[in-house]
């Protein structure tokens, strides 16, 4: 379970392993539930001074739909909230996108090809379109990018996500 509800991965093939995808405040966790004991918990991302506040998954058809998830991130003392695609095989950041006109978003929700995403600044519901993920070729040239670069550098250079609407 990713966030809302939402089941990461999307099909009972994807998951083999039976484990669970958890964010807690900068962390990204997979947790594998055991019969014998309390289980194995692996950190596979963590945010230093960021909170993660929703995730999604890539939808079906795109091929990275069965690894990929978005996850929305509030980094502390920034005024900017930021779109992370994350890549569970690669254990990394592939994409970043920030997400305009938000400044503590605290969830995100995708409905078909829209993402909603949650203000509690204003109160304002955010619409944008689902961002495409980013080819593999991308994404790990990105990956590589991203672990040398300073948050500071990340935000900048990050491009924004396409609004389409804002509910207020």
């Known amino acids: 379970i990713v966030a809302n509800g939402a089941v990461f991965p999307p099909d009972d093939a994807a998951a083999g392993d039976g484990c669970l995808l958890v964010l807690a405040h900068s962390f990204l966790l997979k947790h594998c539930p055991s019969n014998n004991d309390d289980g194995r918990t692996t950190l596979l991302h963590y945010e230093e001074n960021c909170r993660f506040r929703g995730a999604f998954a890539v939808p079906p058809p795109s091929p990275a739909y069965r690894h990929r998830v ?8 920034t005024h900017t909230d930021l779109l992370l695609e ?43 379109a689902l961002p495409a993920p980013a080819s593999r070729e991308d994404a790990l040239a990105f990956a590589g990018q991203y672990a040398q670069r300073s948050r500071t550098e990340r935000i900048a250079k990050a491009p924004l996500a396409t609004v389409i609407k804002r509910h207020v």
């Open 86 to 128: 994350f890549d569970v095989a690669l254990r990394a950041v592939v994409q970043v996108l920030k997400v305009p006109g938000t400044v503590d978003a605290h969830d995100a929700v995708r409905f078909g090809a829209t993402v909603f995403i949650a203000d509690t600044r204003s109160g304002d519901a955010v619409e944008a």
């Open 70 to 77: 978005w996850i929305l991130a509030s980094p502390a003392g």
